[in-house]
């Protein structure tokens, strides 16, 4: 179970040496209650406290990484049940099932071209399952070579219950550190043997909570530490059932075995079906939500789902503070201004790029507020718009001197002419779906 902040404090060396970064121990200690901080930054701890806080302090729900470099999948580390509470921690892993008896490598391209650019967040499909449904151990191996090879920064589950057919394939994939998906009772011995060798995860298959209880403790007797639970929820009720139990008692009980991440199979003959079960596993704690297509509708729309789950609801989405070209403006191309709201920004390049006019708009940073948020905050002010073109280098490249400000902040005229001797204020529309017109009748 999780330490106070005074329980932890005890175990500390209590000097205030503010080695750690903070100024006294207690405040080290409550940071480390809240796991804001790692033990390993007290220099002077005890080793037998470093371990007892290190095991307090370490998430309820194991970190795991499937798949290795910058596209490895993270999965756990949860400490929530609620977003609200505190943001969720990693995203959960979109995974294409895909059988050996399929033409792996098209379906492998299909994965490896699915990214997507939403709000600035570059979202895609993250692994490739291969299932074993040939019988036959070659094909198999062949099929797994295929998907390493057609997609080669996706992480790689091998969907296999044969530990023959796995010690035979895994070769081939080793090096990418994919999951063994299918181990169960009768297989978890040669199947944690081989995982324990490639220091690979495994992922446990079980009909219910406690069968897979069951399963967590013969992997981790066998030592095996990295493990994905699958308790074989058949709909999507026993998905919402399932999973919030597993969470809760992860995080509320301190059941340690099942502090894993959890991997909803929701590969249905409908496509449509398959889009709503998967929907449901995004938004009730899956890690791991296998399908078995990846149609551009359904990628975008779980894509979009799990974006706006795994974004701190507290902290907006912002784009960066810059001078963003659309087209290949010149000099004298229009130049707009609004906030870095990632909705405001998308909606208005959106609409900039429909009118077809190469235009500059540059983005001011007003901590992710919208425009009449960020002017009733403050932060969009005469004063700091002024700040903001005088002392970014990219407004030099403007000859005409003239900046377009949103018409919902038109009482900004004035002052920012005051305040940009030389440059000619213009008022804009007040709704971004304007701007077409708008620049069009100017280009005319």
């Known amino acids: 179970m999780a330490m106070s902040g005074v329980e932890i404090f005890k175990l500390l060396p209590k000097t205030n040496c503010k080695k ?12 480390l209650a809240q796991r804001q901080a790692d033990i390993s930054a007290c220099p002077d701890v005890s080793e037998a406290a470093k371990a007892t806080l290190g095991e307090a302090s370490a998430p309820p ?24 509470e505190k943001k969720f921690v990693n995203p959960c892993v979109i995974a ?47 099929a797994v070579k295929a998907a390493a090879e057609n997609a080669p920064e996706s992480a790689v589950i091998l969907n296999c219950s044969d530990a023959t057919v796995v010690d035979a394939a895994v070769k081939a994939v080793a090096a990418r550190k994919p999951m063994i998906y299918g181990v169960n009772d009768s297989n978890i011995d040669a199947m944690a043997a081989i995982a ?30 990295d493990l994905v639970l699958d308790p074989c929820a058949k709909n999507a009720r026993e998905i919402i059932e399932m999973n919030t139990q597993i969470r809760r008692s992860a995080l509320k009980k301190g059941e340690k075995s099942l502090g894993y991440p959890v991997l909803s199979n929701c590969v249905r003959e409908d496509s449509m079906v398959e889009a709503n079960i ?20 359904k990628n975008l729309a779980l894509f979009t789902l799990r974006q706006n789950i795994y974004t701190d609801p507290q902290v907006p989405m912002q784009v960066p503070q810059k001078v963003y070209k ?85 009482i900004l005229s004035g002052a920012l002419e005051d305040k940009l001797p030389g440059w000619k204020i213009t008022v804009g529309p007040r709704e971004a779906n304007g701007l077409p017109v708008f620049l069009k009748s100017r280009a005319a």
Request: overall charge neutral.
């Open 96 to 142: 294409l099932n895909v059988a050996d008896t399929d033409d792996v490598a098209a379906r492998a391209k299909n994965v490896a071209s699915s990214e997507i650019d939403r709000v600035g967040q570059k979202l895609r499909v993250d692994a490739i399952s291969i299932e074993f449904k040939s019988g036959d151990a070659a094909k198999y191996e062949a």
């Open 278 to 297: 998967a929907a449901v596993a995004v938004a009730k704690y899956a890690s791991i939500v296998l399908v078995s297509a990846v149609e551009r509708w």
């Open 20 to 31: 750690c970064g903070f100024p006294t121990c207690l405040a080290f200690a409550m940071k």
């Open 61 to 84: 729900i194991r970190g795991i990484k499937l798949g290795l470099g910058d596209r490895a999948a993270k999965m756990g580390e949860e400490n929530v049940m609620f977003r609200h």
């Open 326 to 410: 659309i087209g290949e403006p010149s000099a004298e191309a229009p130049l707009m201004i609004t906030t870095n709201f990632s909705l405001t920004y998308f909606i208005v390049a959106g609409e900039v790029e429909n009118s077809k006019v190469p235009s500059r708009l540059a983005v001011m940073d007003c901590e992710g507020l919208s425009v009449l948020t960020a002017w009733a905050a403050g932060k969009f002010t005469a004063n700091k718009i002024a700040q903001f073109v005088t002392e970014w280098e990219e407004f030099k490249e403007v000859a005409n001197k003239e900046l377009i400000i949103p018409g919902q902040v038109a």
């Open 196 to 225: 324990k060798a490639h220091g690979l995860i495994l992922g446990l298959k079980a009909d219910g909570i406690e069968a897979v209880m069951a399963l967590v403790a013969k992997a981790k007797a066998a030592g095996v530490e």
